[in-house]
């Protein structure tokens, strides 16, 4: 029997068996190839969003899409800022239109459900007789408001740091979020945690935080301590934010709010050294006056300090207060006690808020390097006359009989009960982040 052949041809020019087993494999693999190439090829030009999406897909910042020309702020040209996946229609102010009532869709959330909201927010759970408050939703004029999507934020905060910088009314905001991003996160997924001014929310599964940072005048002040804060006698010590600052640093976005701090009636003190001097060199400041000079105070920190390529920075304006039923029309000498319905008259501005502030806040957040987002929330609120805590909240004192004949007496009408009117400022702030 004669012996195979070795090499690459066999006596006599015939080709072995080895070659011949050779050549057939390497052209079944050259067929393949083509195949595959023609199939992925076809692949890359099919549309991207008509493939189904992978079963589990972990979602970082997206890039950002081409903005069309007459949209909100940008950075570079025509590019949408950080966290942006659309726009906004051109011309669209969602912070002008009208409450509807939405029993279907609002509220986001039970108060029971959220273990969160703090005994001075749940109305409810002390004894408020009625819900309508819950069921009002925000309707601009002319344009949608988009709809909160949970796990889109959550997928957007993937490894990010939100945090809200301010004083009680930045803090309902705060704790507004996370009751309507918690549910979306597994139990075992989330923790809160407080630590002096600083509270910490995180979704562990994202690697996610969502913090809020107790400063109410945003600079240094002797209403700084998280806990014990209820002072008459408020001073700001200038322009002094490193106390604070030092803690915004590394967010990747920042939501400031200050205003009802500074509503004394009085001008301003300003301290002009430190609050451990001895001797303390106090001046007066009219208000307006003292409050830009802490908001561009604020502004030349967020010029040196936040990247605008992958950060974005909020400023939410001034929560209006219903003090006296009079300014709506009511002459019985109430306040916001009671109250089960917004205020109608599409033109109303209380007295208790301040144009003057409010044009500051225009003045210099628009002379930013950074671009500041404003979020408006207050001429929506100004109707909300319905939607404060009332006296359904822990009370910080116990009562006297005197305020318990007479509840209109000790009725918060500062404080917005959650569920409520804070969760459609965050519809808002949702709206400038992703469709600005």
């Known amino acids: 029997m004669m012996k195979p052949q070795h090499g690459m041809a066999g006596h006599g020019g015939r080709r072995t068996p080895f070659l011949t087993s050779y050549a057939l494999t390497l052209a079944f693999i050259t067929f393949v190839s083509v195949l595959y190439f023609k199939d992925f090829s076809s692949t890359l030009h099919q549309p991207f969003l008509s493939r189904p999406p992978p ?26 800022p950080p966290f942006a996946v659309g726009a906004a229609p051109a011309g669209c102010d969602v912070g002008q239109g009208e409450w509807v009532y939405d029993e279907a869709a609002r509220p986001w959330y039970a108060e029971e459900e959220c273990p969160y909201i703090q005994p001075q927010l749940t109305c409810q759970a002390h004894g408020r007789p009625d819900t309508a408050y819950q ?14 999507n949970a796990t889109l934020m959550l997928e957007m905060l993937r490894g990010k740091r939100m945090l809200f910088v301010g004083d009680s009314l930045n803090r309902g905001q705060y704790v507004s979020l996370i009751c309507l991003l918690h549910r979306s996160i597994p139990e075992s997924s989330k923790s809160m ?22 400063a109410p005048f945003l600079a240094e002040s002797n209403s700084d301590d998280a806990v014990v804060h209820r002072i008459a006698d408020r001073i700001v010590r200038g322009t002094a934010i490193a106390k604070h600052a030092r803690f915004w640093k590394g967010a990747d976005i920042l939501v400031f709010n200050s205003y009802l701090w500074w509503m004394t009636g009085q001008k301003m003190k300003i301290l002009k050294g430190s609050f451990e001097d001895q001797s303390k060199d106090i001046v ?4 307006e006056d003292a409050y830009g000079m802490v908001l561009n105070a604020v502004v030349k920190w967020v010029e040196n300090n936040m990247n605008p390529r992958s950060s974005r920075v909020f400023f939410v304006t001034m929560s209006p207060t219903h003090t006296r039923s009079k300014d709506w029309g009511d002459y019985s000498d109430g306040n916001c006690y009671n ?10 501005w209380g007295p208790g808020t301040s144009k003057g502030l409010m044009r500051v806040i225009g003045e210099v957040f628009s002379t930013s390097k950074i671009p500041v987002g404003i979020v408006n929330i207050t ?9 404060h805590t009332q006296i359904y909240k822990k009370q910080w004192n116990p009562l ?33 982040l992703f469709f600005p």
């Open 55 to 80: 079963h589990r897909r972990q979602i970082g910042r997206p890039r950002a899409p081409a903005r069309h020309h007459g949209g909100g702020s940008s950075n570079s040209g025509d590019a949408l």
């Open 135 to 148: 069921h009002w939703r925000w309707q601009p004029r002319g344009c949608p408001l988009p709809s909160f």
């Open 193 to 214: 945690e407080t630590f002096d001014s600083l509270t910490v929310f995180r979704a562990k599964n994202y690697n996610a935080t969502i913090e809020f940072y107790w």
């Open 284 to 287: 007066e400041m009219e208000t």
């Open 339 to 348: 109250q089960t319905a917004p205020i109608r008259d599409s033109s109303y």
């Open 379 to 387: 001429q929506l609120s100004e109707y909300r006359k319905d939607a």
């Open 400 to 432: 006297t009989p005197e305020q318990i004949a007479n509840p209109r007496s000790y009725a918060d009408c500062t404080h917005w009960c959650l569920p409520g009117l804070q969760d459609t400022w965050n519809e808002l702030l949702y709206s400038k």
